[in-house]
């Protein structure tokens, strides 16, 4: 058997003394969701539905070459953020394709009247 260097100590079996996690007690898990972001996303659901039956489905987009006419989808002209989120005038319904390339070309978009630049308010 070769001799260990000189230098060669055993490896700590335990080099790092585990703490114990921390964990909050029963019950007092923290919120995920907000009760406002729970109840606007309950709303939005509801209005989403009512918004793409009242535009019998249909996709106001058109994108030449993705459209798919079925609307199942929200086009927000002016982002979905706080107060707009739930703004219907501010709504287009539209095909997932449509939607997904007026998101992904954004200068397009406002061209097309797609989206609309938000002004300070
Ligand atoms: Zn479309």
């Known amino acids: 058997m070769p001799k260990r ?8 079996k335990n080099p790092v003394e585990k703490k114990p996690a921390k964990r909050l007690a029963r019950g ?3 919120n995920p969701v907000s009760d406002k972001r729970r109840n606007d996303a309950k709303q939005y659901s509801e209005q989403r539905r009512f ?3 009242l535009r019998h489905y249909e996709c106001e987009l058109r994108v030449d070459g993705t459209c798919t006419g079925l609307a199942s989808e929200i086009q927000h002209l002016v982002g979905r953020d706080s107060h707009r989120f ?3 005038s501010t709504w ?5 394709g449509c939607h997904s390339y007026a998101t992904t070309h954004p200068a397009e ?3 097309n009247g797609w989206a609309q630049r938000r002004t300070a308010s």
Not at 5 to 12: D, G, L, N
Not at 92 to 96: D, L, P, T, W
């Open 5 to 12: 260097p000189e230098f060669w100590q055993p490896v700590p």
């Open 28 to 30: 007092k898990r923290v």
């Open 51 to 53: 918004f793409l039956e």
């Open 86 to 88: 739930l703004d219907m």
């Open 92 to 96: 287009k319904a539209a095909c997932h």
């Open 109 to 111: 978009a406002y061209a």
